[in-house]
């Protein structure tokens, strides 16, 4: 597993949680990185993505309230998820941008709003 989503869980309709995404035996700062989520029946779709030089970019379904953001130093991404919705409830997945069209995913991490 070269990167690692954690941060997932359950959480109310109106609440927050901040997804991290650590690197192992990768180097992420040179690198776009996303965000993916998956829901069940669903298509995987993108999230949020953001470059090696802090441009970031977001889906319109969660602009205003998350904020993707990235620390080079300690080689780790992160998701602010605010005033979450039910719809939002999915497996989150970060990748690496390897090439213009490929990506390094790692692991997901679940996150489940209640109603």
């Known amino acids: 597993v070269q990167l690692q989503a954690y941060g997932g869980g359950l959480v109310q309709a109106g609440g927050s949680l901040r997804l991290s995404c650590t690197a192992l035996?990768?180097?992420?700062?040179?690198?776009?990185m996303g965000w993916y989520r998956q829901a069940p029946g669903k298509q995987r779709e993108l999230v949020a993505t953001?470059?090696?030089?802090?441009?970031?970019n977001y889906a319109d379904f969660v602009k205003g309230r998350f904020t993707i953001s990235r620390d080079n130093a300690k080689n780790t991404g992160y998701l602010q998820m605010n005033s979450l919705k039910p719809e939002d409830t999915a497996v989150y997945y970060c990748?690496?941008?390897?090439?213009?069209?490929?990506?390094?995913w790692g692991q997901g991490t679940q996150v489940t709003v209640s109603s």
């Open positions: 953001i470059t090696s030089g802090g441009t970031t």
């Open positions: 035996r990768t180097i992420l700062s040179s690198n776009t």
């Open positions: 990748a690496k941008q390897t090439s213009l069209n490929g990506w390094l």
